[in-house]
């Protein structure tokens, strides 16, 4: 394992550091953590409902390059693929109400929903008014070791986008709460993986794949996905995970958004040529594609793969997901 990193243990609050330091103008740390809040002058004079959000490290740029104007409020970075701790959590909450309320977008992950609703609990005892929204994007496996139900993949970042958006506009937190609980309904992503990422901590890939097999179906912690099979080219694996996401549609009329993420070790180039297959052949299938975002944005360490999101979008949620922000990510 080669890795430009000095002691494991440090990865994380060193990572943060020089985060917030490469970009002062848009976030800082809150004291004696490894959270971030704005840090843009906009912030203070703003009276909007907080979001925050975070997990488990080792996905940037989610969740910390996505706090600034127009989407995230905060960000809590925990261990790698280990979630945060309700302390830091509660004083990402404390650090952005700013009397509205504040609203939590929580990954399905065990040690995320149970931290997170700790922290909750913690802030309402200071009379914080919280609501929480738990993101259930992957459509690839019911259950799994780290989840009851469905897990929080790459549809977050969307879902941070376009609550973000909303939350700027002036959307209460009850209203906003339904809003992101629409949007989650209306996300569907499905991952691949050429190779397994390799925690630092470990040292070696967290599965075995052959030269020419690729993973179905793999999560953002390295879980293992629904069935291995031998690599085909981009065209195939474009309309083999469309044929499964479209399926979750019952209505396939309206508007949608596309997002092709990276995993961390797949180049662009690769991505945009994949990202070319999924477009055409939605256009093929006469499915009206409004929003189209390609690139790393949640991703697995060095897992090299890509994953594939469509979102049923109205204009109302197209429109958001377009408006400019100033964050380090989007």
Not at 95 to 123: C, H, P, R, T, W
């Amino acid at each position: 394992m080669k890795k430009i990193i000095n002691k494991t243990e440090d990865i994380v609050p060193e990572m943060i550091s020089g985060l917030v330091k490469t970009n002062p103008d848009l976030v800082k740390e809150i004291e004696g953590t490894t959270a971030v809040v704005r840090n843009d002058e906009k912030f203070a004079e703003q009276k909007q409902v907080g979001v925050v959000s975070g997990g488990g490290s080792g996905h940037e740029p989610l969740h910390a390059g996505y706090v600034g104007d127009g989407m995230l409020s905060a960000a809590v970075a925990g261990e790698v693929f280990t979630s945060p701790t309700p302390d830091q959590i509660y004083e990402a909450i404390k650090a952005v109400d700013q009397g509205q309320g504040v609203l939590l977008i929580v990954k399905n992950y065990s040690g995320d929903v149970m931290n997170f609703d700790m922290a909750k609990e913690m802030a309402e005892a200071d009379d914080i008014e919280i609501k929480t929204i738990v993101v259930d994007d992957d459509i690839s496996v019911e259950n799994s070791e780290f989840t009851q139900g469905k897990r929080g993949v790459a549809g977050t970042v969307l879902v941070e986008k376009i609550v973000g958006a909303a939350a700027r506009s002036g959307m209460n937190l009850t209203d906003l709460a339904k809003l992101g609980q629409n949007v989650i309904d209306q996300t569907k992503t499905i991952g691949i993986a050429l190779h397994a990422a390799t925690v630092p901590a470990v040292g070696h890939p967290g599965f075995e794949l052959a030269k020419d097999e690729i993973e179905y179906g793999i999560g953002i912690h390295n879980e293992r996905g629904y069935a291995v099979e031998k690599i085909k080219p981009s065209n195939q694996l474009a309309n083999e995970l469309i044929e499964k996401i479209m399926n979750e549609f019952t209505d396939k009329s309206g508007s949608f958004a596309v997002l092709v993420n990276g995993m961390g070790g797949t180049l662009l180039m690769e991505q945009y040529i994949f990202a070319n297959d999924v477009l055409n052949e939605l256009n093929d299938k006469k499915i009206d594609v409004k929003f189209s975002k390609v690139g790393n944005q949640v991703t697995s360490l060095d897992m090299q793969g890509v994953s594939l999101t469509i979102m049923k979008a109205d204009d109302s949620w197209i429109k958001m997901l377009k408006e400019p922000v100033t964050t380090i990510g989007w």
